[in-house]
C-alpha cells in the first residue's frame, strides 16, 4: 500500500490542503492519503490551537465522500508534542506492507534538517515536497551538505497549481468579518458558522 501522509494543524484545513493532497495522490500513485492533525505540534507554541475534536471533525467533513482520504487520529491521541518522526514509526509498525510518503510544503525542507531526527524520518518515509505555483524549486544541495546524499535522495519535489490561501489568512478573515467563501470546504463553511471558533470573543 502507497501511502501519504500529510500533517499539520488543519486551524482549519482548506482548499489548498485538499488540492496539495490530490495532486500528491495523483502524481505518486497512492493509494490513501491519510491528513493527521497535530495534538501539541512543537513549531505552534506561539498560539493556542483551536480545539483538537473541532480540528478533526471539519477535517471529517471536508473529506466526506472522498474514499481515498482519511482521518487518522494517532497524534491527537498524544498528550505530550507530537513528532513526525513517532508518527512515522508507529504508521509504520501498524503495517509493515506499507510504503510511506511524507507529504510537506517545499518551503519546509529549509528547516527540515532541525527536526526531530530527519535522518530516521526519511529512512521511514520518501519526503515529498510540494512547490506550490511557480516558486523557484528547493535546493536540495543544502539538505545534502547537513544530512548527506542517502536523506537527500529520499527526497522527490513536485508542483501544485498555485494557491493563495493559509490557515491564517482565514481565521483573520473570519475575524474580520469577511467571507471566507470558496476557501475551505462548503461543509467547512458551514462547521466554522456554526461552532463560531474563530469569532471574535471565541
Known amino acids: 500500500m502507497r501511502l501519504g501522509i500529510l500533517g499539520g494543524s488543519f486551524d482549519p484545513v482548506h482548499l489548498g490542503h485538499l488540492v496539495m493532497a490530490e495532486v500528491c495522490r495523483e502524481q505518486l500513485n497512492l493509494d490513501e492519503v491519510w491528513f493527521v492533525p497535530a495534538g501539541h505540534p512543537p513549531h505552534k507554541t506561539d498560539r493556542e490551537l483551536a480545539p483538537a475534536k473541532a480540528r478533526a471533525e471539519m477535517l471529517e467533513f471536508a473529506l466526506a465522500g472522498i474514499p481515498e482520504f482519511q482521518v487518522s487520529d494517532v497524534e491527537l491521541k498524544k498528550?505530550?508534542?507530537?513528532?513526525?518522526?513517532?508518527?512515522?514509526?508507529?504508521?509504520?509498525?501498524?503495517?509493515?506492507?506499507?510504503?510511506?510518503?511524507?507529504?510537506i510544503g517545499a518551503d519546509s525542507l529549509q528547516d527540515f534538517p532541525n527536526w526531530k531526527e530527519p535522518a530516521r524520518i526519511?529512512?521511514?518515509?520518501?519526503?515529498?515536497?510540494?512547490?506550490?505555483?511557480?516558486?523557484?524549486?528547493?535546493?536540495?544541495?543544502?539538505?545534502?551538505?547537513k544530512l548527506g546524499s542517502e536523506v537527500a535522495d529520499r527526497i522527490r519535489v513536485i508542483e501544485m497549481p498555485g494557491i493563495d490561501v493559509s490557515?491564517?489568512?482565514?481565521?483573520?478573515?473570519?475575524?474580520?468579518?469577511?467571507?471566507?467563501?470558496?476557501?475551505?470546504?462548503?461543509?467547512?463553511?458551514?462547521?466554522l458558522n456554526e461552532h463560531k471558533i474563530y469569532s471574535p470573543g471565541e
Not at 498528550?79 to 507529504?103: C, G, H, P, Q
Not at 529512512?123 to 539538505?143: F, T
Not at 491564517?168 to 470546504?185: E, N, Y
Open 79 to 103: 498528550e505530550s508534542t507530537s513528532y513526525t518522526v513517532e508518527t512515522l514509526e508507529k504508521l509504520a509498525a501498524e503495517n509493515l506492507d506499507r510504503e510511506l510518503f511524507l507529504i
Open 122 to 145: 526519511a529512512e521511514l518515509a520518501k519526503i515529498v515536497a510540494v512547490n506550490r505555483g511557480r516558486q523557484d524549486p528547493p535546493a536540495l544541495e543544502e539538505i545534502e551538505q
Open 167 to 191: 490557515s491564517t489568512d482565514i481565521r483573520h478573515r473570519i475575524r474580520s468579518g469577511h467571507s471566507i467563501r470558496f476557501l475551505v470546504p462548503k461543509a467547512v463553511e458551514a462547521y
